[in-house]
């Protein structure tokens, strides 16, 4: 069974910032991809970004330039800087990670409140 384990949110101003980390119990390399979505009150879940095994990386449109996604392989840890926050930003962000193309493992969850 994988378990992935978020930690890293909390309440931050806009503009500030927050590091998100999903640390994983299986090798992060039997994941193609794993990253991060979101899902705001009365909201869809949304990707928020991704990273594949070979490195590549994928981004909404609406954090473009604002969060990275980086991974630590040694950790098997995957991680979600998130800068210049803004109010849309606020959300329940969850790890989820895609195991051979079907099976897909989530995270509980964490909370990003960001007060204007």
């Known amino acids: 069974q994988v378990q992935l384990v978020e930690s890293g949110g909390g309440l931050v101003q806009a503009g500030g910032s927050l590091r998100l980390s999903c640390a994983s119990s299986r090798s992060i390399f039997s994941f193609n991809p794993i990253g991060w979505y979101r899902q705001a009150p009365g909201k869809q879940r949304e990707l928020v970004a991704n990273?594949?095994?070979?490195?590549?990386?994928t981004y909404a449109d609406s954090v473009k330039g604002r969060f990275t996604i980086s991974r630590d392989v040694a950790k098997n840890t995957v991680y979600l800087q998130m800068n210049s926050l803004q109010s849309e930003d606020t959300a329940v962000y969850y790890c989820s990670a895609l195991a051979n193309g079907v099976a897909r493992y989530w995270g509980q969850g964490t909370q990003v409140t960001v007060s204007s």
């Open positions: 990273i594949n095994s070979g490195g590549t990386t």
